[in-house]
T-cell receptor, first 113, second 112 residues
C-alpha cells in the first residue's frame, strides 16, 4: 500500500511565523503535490514537483515556497504566515506513466492566529 | 481554463438504493479519470480509476466513461450510511503535465 505521511495533523501558528509542513512518501513516486482545501473552494494546487530539486507553481503559489531535496520528501514553507493561510493542507504523490493516480496524506489543519 | 464540473449536492438516497454521481470535463483530450471519496475532516481516498470508454466495476462501485460526451459517472449500488461522504472527480488532462484537475465534489447522504 502507498503510504504518504505528513508531519503534523494539527498546527497552530502566529501571524508572521515561518511554518514548515513536511510530507514523506514511501512508494518511490516521481511526483509530489501540495494542495490546500477550503470549504466551497475545493482542492487548490499550490506547488508540485516532478523530480528532485524540480518544482512548478500551481494555481495559488503566492505566499508559499517548496523544497524537494530527496525523492521521498516534499516540504511546503510559509515564509510569513498570515491568517488567510488558515486551511487544511494536503500532500499527495503519484507515479508518472501510465496511470498518474494521486495518493493523499492525512492532511495538516493549520490555524494561523 | 480546463474544468471539471460536479453538482455539489447534497444528493440524498435511501439505504439500499443506487447512488449516481456525475462529472463532466472540458478537455476532450483527457485520458485518465479518477473518483475519490472524502469523509468530513479526512483526506481524499482513491476508490476508482477508469481509462477507456465503458463500465468498470469494483464491488459495489461502477465507474462509467463516455469520452464522446465528456462525462464520467460513479454508481454506488446498495448504498450504505457509511457511503455518506463527498465524492471528488479528477481528470488527467492531455498536455497538463503530471497534474490532475479536481472537481469540487458532490456530497452524498445515505439515509436510513
Amino acid at each position: 500500500d502507498v503510504k504518504v505521511t505528513q508531519s503534523s495533523r494539527y498546527l497552530v501558528k502566529r501571524t508572521g511565523e515561518k511554518v514548515f509542513l513536511e510530507c514523506v512518501q514511501d512508494m518511490d513516486h516521481e511526483n509530489m503535490f501540495w494542495y490546500r482545501q477550503d470549504p466551497g473552494l475545493g482542492l487548490r494546487l499550490i506547488y508540485f514537483s516532478y523530480d528532485v530539486k524540480m518544482k512548478e507553481k500551481g494555481d495559488i503559489p503566492e505566499g508559499y515556497s517548496v523544497s524537494r531535496e530527496k525523492k521521498e520528501r516534499f516540504s511546503l514553507i510559509l515564509e510569513s504566515a498570515s491568517t488567510n493561510q488558515t486551511s487544511m493542507y494536503l500532500c499527495a504523490s503519484s507515479p508518472t506513466t501510465p496511470t498518474y493516480e494521486q495518493y493523499f496524506g492525512p492532511g495538516t489543519r493549520l490555524t494561523v492566529t | 481554463q480546463k474544468e471539471v464540473e460536479q453538482n455539489s449536492g447534497p444528493l440524498s438516497v435511501p439505504e439500499g438504493a443506487i447512488a449516481s454521481l456525475n462529472c463532466t470535463y472540458s478537455d476532450r483530450g483527457s485520458q485518465s479519470f479518477f473518483w475519490y471519496r472524502q469523509y468530513s475532516g479526512k483526506s481524499p481516498e482513491l476508490i476508482m480509476s477508469i481509462y477507456s470508454n465503458g463500465d468498470k466495476e469494483d464491488g459495489r462501485f461502477t465507474a462509467q466513461l463516455n469520452k464522446a460526451s465528456q462525462y464520467v459517472s460513479l454508481l454506488i449500488r446498495d448504498s450504505q450510511p457509511s457511503d455518506s461522504a463527498t465524492y471528488l472527480c479528477a481528470v488527467k488532462e492531455a498536455g497538463g503535465g503530471n497534474k490532475l484537475t479536481f472537481g469540487t465534489g458532490t456530497q452524498l447522504k445515505v439515509e436510513l
